[in-house]
């Protein structure tokens, strides 16, 4: 594709609920970010990925939140047992290494 | 924790006016990026700047890149509604991994 894709653009989930967000990067990025963004905040950094080295989870906010990158392509954001707080919308990036990112649309996700 | 710092962190002008936000970074980057997120938008790639004393213009934003490579700002002459958003500056940071590490964002809001 075009650019970076994101699924599903919106999801509601009740409390409690594990839910799973995709990023599809750019063909070719090696690096993917995600990041969480509440409303009117800045960015706020959760994982990183960067070709085959092991992720930076420094910014994951609790073992509640974890994320895969299969074939050093797709990924996925899992957040199990959703809690209020959760609710925020989640940015995926791709770069090629620490040049510009491209952003995804986002995911929002409401949980209720 | 953070070292890419931005301030203001909120902005309001009349229109016609000129505004600028200024981002520092604790270490010297080999880059800064700049970012621009409209409402309701993600972040989309502005400029990149490299050099030491850099300046790049795009139309009226005029983009700087500090001696020392550990400063930029982004001033914006006669904004107009268009102009509405918030801006990030992001540079390659090593925080465990090197990652693109961006500010916490200025937010722009404009008076017609």
């Known amino acids: 594709g075009a650019g970076v894709s994101q699924s599903p653009s919106n999801k509601v989930t009740e409390k409690g609920k594990d839910v799973e967000l995709r990023c599809d990067p750019i063909s070719g990025h090696t690096a993917l970010y995600w990041y969480r963004q509440s409303l009117g905040q800045g960015l706020e950094f959760l994982i990183y990925?960067?070709?085959?080295?092991?992720?930076?989870k420094s910014g994951l906010p609790s073992d509640r939140f974890s994320a895969e990158r299969t074939g050093g392509s797709v990924s996925t954001l899992t957040i199990q047992r959703t809690q209020q707080e959760d609710s925020a919308v989640y940015l995926c990036?791709?770069?090629?290494?620490?040049?510009?990112?491209?952003f995804g649309p986002g995911t929002r996700l409401t949980v209720l | 924790g953070q070292q890419v710092m931005q301030i203001p962190q909120y902005q309001h002008v009349q229109e016609g006016e000129d505004f600028t936000t200024y981002c520092n970074s604790s270490?010297?980057?080999?880059?800064i990026q700049w970012y621009k997120q409209r409402p309701g938008g993600h972040p989309v790639f502005l400029i990149q700047l490299v050099k030491s004393g850099e300046v790049k213009k795009q139309k009226r934003l005029t983009f700087q890149f500090g001696e020392a490579k550990k400063n930029s700002s982004l001033h914006i002459t006669a904004t107009q509604t268009t102009d509405v958003g918030t801006y990030f500056c992001a540079g390659p940071i090593i925080q465990g991994a090197q990652k693109l590490v961006f500010g916490q964002g200025t937010r722009l809001t404009i008076n017609p």
């Open positions: 270490t010297t980057l080999s880059n």
């Open positions: 990036a791709s770069s090629l290494g620490q040049r510009d990112a491209y």
């Open positions: 990925f960067q070709g085959n080295s092991a992720p930076d």
